[in-house]
C-alpha cells in the first residue's frame, strides 16, 4: 500500500482493519445478492417474455398479472411480505425449507430475484415485439422451426434491442439491493449503519459505502458499453 | 373505512402521508430537474460541472444510502452549525432533521437528477427557429422560455415526468426505514404486533397499486392535452 495511504489510516480511528473488514463483508454479501437475483431473474424473464407475447389471452395474462403486480408495487413491501410471511405459512417451520428461509438472505434474495424478473420480462417483452417481421419470414421460409427461429433469430436480435434497458436494471437492482438492511443482512449499507451507530460518525461511514456504491456502479456501466459495443459491432459505421 | 384489527384509521393516515410526500418531492424534484438542465445547456462552464457532478453522484449512489445520509448527517450539520452560531453570534438557532423533511429532500434531490435529464433532451426537441422567431418578435429571454419553450418541450418532457413520477411513488416507501409513520411503517409494526403480514401488507401494496392505476389514467390525461395540434401519425 502507498505509504500516505497506511498514514492516513494509522491516524483516524474509524477506518481501522476492523470496520474495513466489514465492509468487505458487506461487499460480498451485496455482490452476492444482486448477482444471484440477476442471473436467476434472467434465466426466469425469457421464457415468461415469450409467454407475455403469446397472442392467447389465457397464456399471456397471467405473465401480465405477475409484472403489473411486482412493477406496482415497492420492493420494499415485497420484501416484507417474503420475509414476514414466510414464516406464517403453516407447517413450513417442520420441512426443510425452513432451514434455508430462516436465513435472511434466501428471503430476499427470492424478493429481488421475483422483482427484477418482472421488470426483465417487460424489458425483453418489448424487444421480442420489435422483432422485424421480414426476419420471422425469413426464417420460415429457410423452413426453420418454431424453436430453432426463437433460438437462432428472435432471441439473439430481441437481445441486442434490450441490453440497454437492461443494464438499467442492473444498476437500478444494485441500488435496490441497500434495503436488505432493513431485514438484517449485513450488506454494504448494513455494514455502514452498523459502522455509523458504533461511531456516531454519519460522513464517514455513509460517504464510505457511497463510494464503494458509485465504483460499482460505473464498473457496470463500463462494461455494459462494452458489451453493448460488442453485440452492436454490425451497425458501427465502416472503418470505425 | 376495513377495521384491520383496529388498524385501518392509523393505515388511512399513513397513506395520506405518503401522498403528501410524493406530491412535495415531486415539486422539489421539478424546480431541481429545470434548474437541472438549464445549467446542463447553459454557456457557463461551471453551472454544466456542477451539474453534470450532481447527475453523477445522484446516478451512482442508492437511494436508500442518500436518505441515511442526509437523515444523520445533516442533523450533525445542523448542529454543529447551531453550535457555531451560538458561539460566534450568539444567535439561537436550532432546526430538527425530521423523517419527513430528510424524505423530500432525498427523494426530490434524486428525482431532480433524473428530470434534469429529461427536461435538458426536452428543451432540445424545441425547434431552434421557434426561438428566432421568438427573439425577432421582441420577447424577452424570460418570455421566450414561459411563452414558447415550456409548451412546446412539455409534450416531450411528459412521457419521462410520468415515469419519474411512478418511480418516485414507489421510492417514498424508503422513507418508513428512517422512521417516517407512513402507510409502510404503520404496516410493519402491525404486522409485527399482531403477526399477521398480509393482513397488513397486502393492503398496503392494493394502495401503491391504487395509486400507480390512477397516476397512468391522469399522466395518459395530460398527454392528450399536451399533444392538442399535434398531427399524430406523420412520417
Given at each position: 500500500m502507498p505509504e500516505f495511504i497506511t498514514a492516513w489510516l494509522d491516524r483516524?480511528?474509524?477506518?481501522?482493519a476492523m470496520t474495513l473488514l466489514e465492509y468487505w463483508q458487506g461487499l460480498v454479501n451485496t455482490v452476492q445478492l444482486v448477482f444471484l437475483s440477476l442471473v436467476i431473474g434472467l434465466v426466469v424473464a425469457i421464457p415468461l417474455a415469450i409467454l407475455r407475447n403469446s397472442p392467447r389471452w389465457w397464456v399471456s395474462g397471467p405473465v401480465w398479472i405477475y409484472t403489473y403486480l411486482f412493477r406496482g408495487t415497492p420492493l420494499l413491501i415485497q420484501l416484507y411480505i417474503i420475509y414476514y410471511g414466510l414464516a406464517q405459512?403453516?407447517?413450513?417451520?417442520?420441512?426443510?425449507?425452513w432451514n434455508i428461509f430462516r436465513e435472511p438472505f434466501y428471503p430476499a434474495l427470492l424478493a429481488f430475484t421475483l422483482n427484477t424478473a418482472a421488470y426483465t420480462t417487460e424489458i425483453f417483452r418489448g424487444a421480442i415485439a420489435a422483432t422485424p417481421q421480414g426476419e420471422i419470414e425469413a426464417a420460415k421460409a429457410y423452413g426453420m422451426s418454431w424453436f430453432l427461429r426463437l433460438y437462432r433469430i428472435v432471441l439473439p436480435s430481441a437481445a441486442r434491442r434490450a441490453v440497454q434497458a437492461y443494464s438499467n436494471e442492473v444498476i437500478f437492482m444494485l441500488h435496490a439491493?441497500?434495503?436488505?438492511?432493513?431485514?438484517?443482512?449485513?450488506?454494504l449499507t448494513g455494514a455502514a449503519r452498523n459502522i455509523y451507530s458504533r461511531f456516531y460518525a454519519p460522513f464517514d461511514a455513509f460517504v464510505a459505502v457511497a463510494l464503494i456504491y458509485m465504483a460499482l456502479t460505473f464498473l457496470l456501466v463500463f462494461a455494459f458499453r462494452k458489451l453493448e459495443n460488442h453485440l452492436l459491432k454490425h451497425q458501427r459505421p465502416a472503418g470505425g | 373505512m376495513i377495521d384491520l384489527k383496529g388498524y385501518g384509521p392509523e393505515l388511512a393516515q399513513g397513506a395520506v402521508v405518503t401522498v403528501e410526500l410524493a406530491l412535495l418531492s415531486l415539486l422539489l424534484a421539478l424546480f431541481l430537474g429545470l434548474t437541472g438542465a438549464a445549467a446542463k445547456l447553459s454557456a457557463s462552464r461551471v453551472a454544466r460541472t456542477v451539474a453534470t457532478v450532481y447527475t453523477t453522484i445522484v446516478r451512482g449512489v442508492p437511494d436508500l444510502v442518500m436518505m441515511l445520509l442526509l437523515y444523520y448527517g445533516g442533523q450533525v450539520m445542523v448542529n454543529n452549525l447551531s453550535d457555531w452560531l451560538y458561539e460566534q453570534y450568539q444567535i439561537d438557532w436550532f432546526f430538527q432533521f425530521d423523517p419527513f423533511i430528510s424524505g423530500i429532500l432525498t427523494i426530490g434531490l434524486i428525482f431532480g437528477a433524473y428530470m434534469a435529464e429529461t427536461f435538458r433532451g426536452a428543451f432540445l426537441a424545441v425547434e431552434t427557429g421557434q426561438i428566432e422567431a421568438a427573439r425577432a418578435y421582441g420577447f424577452t429571454q424570460w418570455h421566450t422560455f414561459r411563452r414558447v419553450m415550456v409548451p412546446q418541450m412539455m409534450r416531450h418532457a411528459l412521457p419521462g415526468i410520468g415515469n419519474n413520477w411512478q418511480v418516485l411513488l414507489k421510492t417514498t416507501a424508503l422513507v418508513s426505514i428512517i422512521g417516517l409513520t407512513d402507510m409502510v411503517r404503520v404496516a410493519e409494526e402491525a404486522a409485527k404486533a399482531e403477526r399477521s403480514p398480509f393482513l397488513f401488507f397486502i393492503p398496503v401494496a392494493a394502495v401503491y397499486l391504487a395509486l400507480t392505476a390512477v397516476s397512468e389514467l391522469f399522466i395518459k390525461w395530460l398527454n392528450r392535452r399536451a399533444n392538442v395540434g399535434v398531427v399524430q401519425g406523420e412520417g
Open positions: 483516524n480511528e474509524i477506518f481501522t405459512i403453516p407447517g413450513i417451520q417442520d420441512t426443510f425449507w439491493s441497500a434495503i436488505a438492511s432493513v431485514v438484517t443482512i449485513v450488506d | -
